[in-house]
């Protein structure tokens, strides 16, 4: 193989002049005897930045470049990584992915084509990352943030905020011709305080995040943000323990949607067909949910978090629909996902990094609007639980969740009671449960950025909804 300099600079571009050095490295792969070999480059650049009260706290940037190799061989695949892009280390990665499937470098020719035309999707995101904002400016922005959660709100014992840039190109390139490089932007904001006084505490926070947007930061609302979360702390510091027990619940739209993502969104992935850990795994064509709930899976609208150009795996992402009035009809897939359940590819390949090996993943998941006014909703309840804002929360291998609400009201005689907030309510079920009694969807759809944990790592995610009702759910609480 040709030699390379194994300090390549920062500057240097993934780009069509890695074809000889890519098709040789597929060339001996597929002479080894693989089905199919996958190279996944990567070069980041990441900012990260806190501010505490009115200090900067951390400031934290980094870069950082590597490659993936992925052999298939069957239903079986070996992956390695390198953060090393040398030919040697490239070879030996390769090298080392194919020993898993017990196969070596063969002195043979392959009869292997070569790569197809190439496919840069980055040329008109070259100026990106040079107009995203610098570590001053962004420190600056905080503590305006900081010092708006002060002016806004009262009892606050921590004020914080935070930002973070992450701009990455990509070069994909698989034996099957893939030949693909994109660049990708994504930045998160974040507010967060804790209210006390006394005996009595309320933790109230705010995140936002786009894509592909660098002057992101410089229009992120801050007055506006800080003013609504330090409304939602004076309103919670004070508030009830809520009473455990069943009661019908009214999610509303944005975030709330992190329960469909979380509880069945991963039951969808092709990753849980393969384990044998969805309960969904034969029920194409079934009805899993009640008639109201339509659900999608996209990665193509402008701007939101799970959006892209093409997948981790150099597909083109499409709009999947995975329930449709109630009936399921789609997995998401990759490509290992297609080869071991005949799942077709959805353009659902990510990873976080060169470190980790591409899997079905969720991209914007979100229920469709329905025909009613949230007031309907809330209306049709005669003793119940409005969830304004959602927490954190755990879900295990197959559905089953509980969730943390940061912010809720009850609801009596079909009225929103915001002079009754409740605290410590956490919300408990599984999806085989709670899909059939989402019995009313409203018409305001609405989107909310977040972070995705899998077994490819962390990746940026759209959760949504519009406000839902469901008949009847767990609320655990006094």
Known sequence: MSSLCLDAPATS????????????????????????????????????????????????????????????????????????????????????????????????????????????????????????????????RLREATAALKRHGSHLQARRASYARDWQEVLVAASDGTFARDLRLHQTTGLSLLAGDGDH????????????????????????????????????????????????????????GVIFHEACGHLLETTQVERGSTPFADKIGQTIAHPAV???????????????????????????????????????????????????????????SHGFAAASRMRNTFIAPGPYKPEELIGSIDHGLYCKQMGGGSVGPTGQFNFAVEEAYWIENGRLREDKPVKGATLIGDAVTVLPRISMCADDGALAAGFCGSVSGSVYVTVGQPHIKVDRMTVGGR
């Open 294 to 352: 339509t659900a999608f899976d996209e990665g193509i609208s402008s701007n939101n978090f799970g959006s892209m150009t093409m997948d981790d795996e150099g597909m083109a992402p499409q709009r999947t629909v995975l329930i449709k009035d109630g009936v399921l009809k789609c997995f998401l897939s990759d490509r290992a996902g297609e080869m071991r359940t005949g799942h077709p590819r959805t353009g659902s390949g990510r990873r976080q």
């Open 13 to 140: 571009r993934l780009d069509q002049g890695w074809r000889p050095r890519l098709e040789e490295l597929l060339a001996v792969g597929m002479a080894a005897g693989a089905d199919l070999v996958e190279i996944f480059v990567e070069r980041n650049d990441q900012l990260n930045v806190l501010a505490e009260q009115e200090r900067i706290t951390s400031v934290s940037p980094a870069l950082g470049c590597g490659a993936g190799i992925r052999v298939f061989k069957g239903n079986c695949d070996g992956f390695a990584a390198t953060n090393d892009l040398s030919d040697s280390a490239l070879l030996t990665a390769l090298e080392q992915a194919l020993s898993m499937l017990g196969l070596s470098r063969s002195a043979g020719a392959s009869g292997w084509q070569g790569l197809a035309a190439f496919r840069d999707y980055g040329s008109d995101k070259e100026q990106w990352l040079k107009a995203c904002p610098m570590a001053p400016d962004s420190a600056e």
């Open 201 to 256: 505490r309320a933790s109230i926070s705010r995140r936002d995040g786009r894509a592909d947007e660098p002057d992101f930061l410089a229009r992120w609302p801050v007055e506006d943000v800080a003013m609504s979360a330090c409304q939602s702390a004076g309103k919670m510091l004070y508030a009830d323990v809520v009473k455990a027990g069943d009661y019908p619940v009214v999610l509303a739209n944005r975030f709330g």
